[in-house]
């Protein structure tokens, strides 16, 4: 079963810090997903990579980067964390055959106040 | 622009009837679909899917129908039961892009009373 592990449940930032989110897969995945899920906005795309070092923006890129070093792991960094980056955050994984299911981690509730 | 697009926040029903959930898209270069459902504290996870080659699929209580011309489809769930209460999403890939990104509509929140 593949099993997607995001390192943190709840965080809580200030303004203008540095905030890394870091995810891990199991399943050896070429694919990898930063979404972020807003109340009446669904889940919109932030970044997402095919392969290690590779990476391409989303729908909603602004503020945010990734790093993708090794293949099962992905980060994204909130590079000055804004109280509108408030938000959950899914990463998620899937094969690189296309139409592959994507398999979600729990999910990061990041509150920047 | 919102590719997809769930009209319907939220959605209640009995349990044993059926549950009806609905889903607009625009591109037209979409050619195939998702449903994902998620519990609270959970991510989302694969529930169903369609080509644009079927107008329906079937997998035990969850159907899924495709009206290409309307641009619409929509996830019924026959008898619905308690557990199902959860938020569904549905989601296409472009067809230009490799891979499996996903747009996601807003979401639809079910909850099914005893």
């Known amino acids: 079963d593949v099993k997607v592990t995001q390192s943190s449940r709840y965080l809580v930032k200030r303004t203008g810090e540095k905030v890394f989110l870091e995810c891990v897969q199991d399943m050896d995945h070429e694919n990898m997903f930063w979404y972020r899920q807003d109340p009446g906005l669904g889940l919109r795309l932030i970044y997402f990579?095919?392969?290690?070092?590779?990476?391409e923006k989303g729908d909603i890129p602004e503020g945010y980067s990734v790093s993708r070093e090794k293949k099962e792991r992905f980060s994204l960094i909130l590079e000055s964390a804004s109280t509108n980056q408030t938000s959950m955050y899914l990463c998620?994984?899937?094969?690189?055959?296309?139409?592959?299911?994507?398999?979600f981690g729990n999910g990061t509730r990041l509150t920047v106040t | 622009d919102q590719q997809v697009k769930q009209n319907s926040p939220s959605l209640s029903v009995q349990e044993g009837r059926i549950s009806i959930l609905n889903c607009d898209y625009t591109n037209s270069m979409f050619d195939y679909f998702l449903w994902y459902k998620k519990y609270p504290a959970e991510g989302p996870t694969f529930l169903i899917s369609?080509?644009?080659?079927?107008d329906k699929n079937e997998d035990g209580r969850f159907t899924v129908f495709l009206n290409k011309s309307a641009k619409h489809l929509s996830l019924h769930i026959v008898p619905s039961q308690p557990g199902d209460s959860a938020v569904y999403f549905c989601a296409a890939p472009p067809r230009e892009t490799s891979g499996s990104r996903l747009t996601f509509g807003e979401g639809t929140q079910l909850t099914v009373n005893p």
């Open positions: 990579s095919y392969d290690v070092k590779m990476k």
């Open positions: 369609i080509s644009s080659i079927k």
């Open positions: 998620a994984s899937s094969l690189w055959i296309q139409n592959s299911p994507l398999h």
